[in-house]
């Protein structure tokens, strides 16, 4: 079925379901809000209701879906009449609701597994951020997940994510499915601009970390820094705890592994720890790396060392 009969499903769920719990277009909280403005956005290419500054705007823009967006452009109006007489006419062609419908209904059922090919002389230890993010995701949305060993499966060197017959082998590919299938659960996709603050830290960390020659030490060393800078101005924007709000996001779960990696990593390696003056930035650290959820999932200090030891 094509993916944009799916997501047209989608999108028509989501409104459909926050119609039922909104009172004459009252929110009764942020994460409904952000939910149908972000699916919205997404689906429908409509950048002016992109990440709103507050809770105010959110409403607004949640009461312009639901009220069929009258403030939009007339091209804009046109794309969205067009959608919806789309799903109106596969809702009542049996040759096209009903594929869709079942395509929702024939998706894989957890426990998934997550085939990993051992590091360290043991057989399901994984230490890639990126796929430790992946079993964070998973544990955050309560979906059963196994690590086990790849060896005799496809790929066999290097992680994957199994989920029925559907084998993913990019950790980032393995996110968006995730927030996409699970698209009414607590957990979002981050807006794009978070996105672009938190995509060169973990690189910058590796190239300062990994780095052999001393002439270049010093320039790698600011370029980590000036990351972990917008980092932390980006969190003193933050309306709660967590990056973006007081609700998690991929990005968060993202940088969990990586902040903990660069931790260990970097005051055993370099002797170096996030400045005190990063006061945001240390503040968050901490309050992520204690959430039970990514607690439990951290690898021990030991193993990170080893891992970084073998890169170097």
């Known amino acids: 079925m094509a993916i944009v009969q799916r997501k047209m499903l989608t999108v028509f769920l989501v409104l459909s379901i926050c119609i039922s719990m909104c009172s004459g277009f009252q929110v009764p909280n942020a994460r409904q809000s952000q939910t149908v403005q972000r699916t919205a956005s997404k689906l429908f290419g409509l950048d002016k209701y992109g990440e709103p500054a507050t809770l105010e705007e959110a409403e607004a823009a949640l009461k312009a879906v639901l009220a069929g967006l009258p403030e939009m452009s007339p091209e804009d109006q046109k794309k969205v009449a067009g959608l919806q007489e789309e799903l109106t006419l596969a809702a009542s062609e ?24 051992g590091e360290q002389g043991q057989a399901t230890l994984v230490t890639d951020p990126a796929w430790l993010s992946v079993l964070l995701a998973l544990r955050f949305l309560g979906l059963p997940c196994d690590v086990v060993p790849s060896k005799g499966f496809l790929p066999e060197d290097r992680p994957s994510l199994v989920m029925g017959q559907e084998v993913v082998e990019d950790a980032a590919r393995a996110l968006a499915l995730l927030c996409e299938r699970y698209v ?6 981050s807006a794009t601009p978070i996105q672009e603050v938190v995509a060169p830290i973990y690189p910058s960390f590796l190239e300062f970390l990994l780095n052999k020659d001393s002439s270049k030490n010093k320039e790698l060393k600011k370029a980590l820094q000036s990351n972990l800078y917008f980092l932390d101005k980006r969190l003193q924007r933050s309306r709660g705890e967590y990056i973006e709000s007081d609700e998690v996001t991929i990005s968060d779960l993202v940088l969990a592994p990586q902040l903990h990696h660069m931790q260990v990593a970097l005051k055993h390696f370099k002797n170096f720890s996030f400045s005190p003056e990063l006061k945001a930035l240390n503040t968050y ?8 959820v990514v607690r439990l999932m951290l690898v021990p200090d030991d193993l990170v060392v080893a891992k970084y030891a073998a890169l170097r």
């Open 184 to 189: 009414l659960s607590d957990l979002v996709e």
């Open 94 to 117: 049996d040759l096209s609701a009903a594929p869709v419908l079942n395509q929702f209904a024939a998706l894989a059922e957890p426990p998934f597994d997550l085939r990993v090919p």
């Open 285 to 292: 650290a901490d309050n992520l790396l204690n959430m039970e």
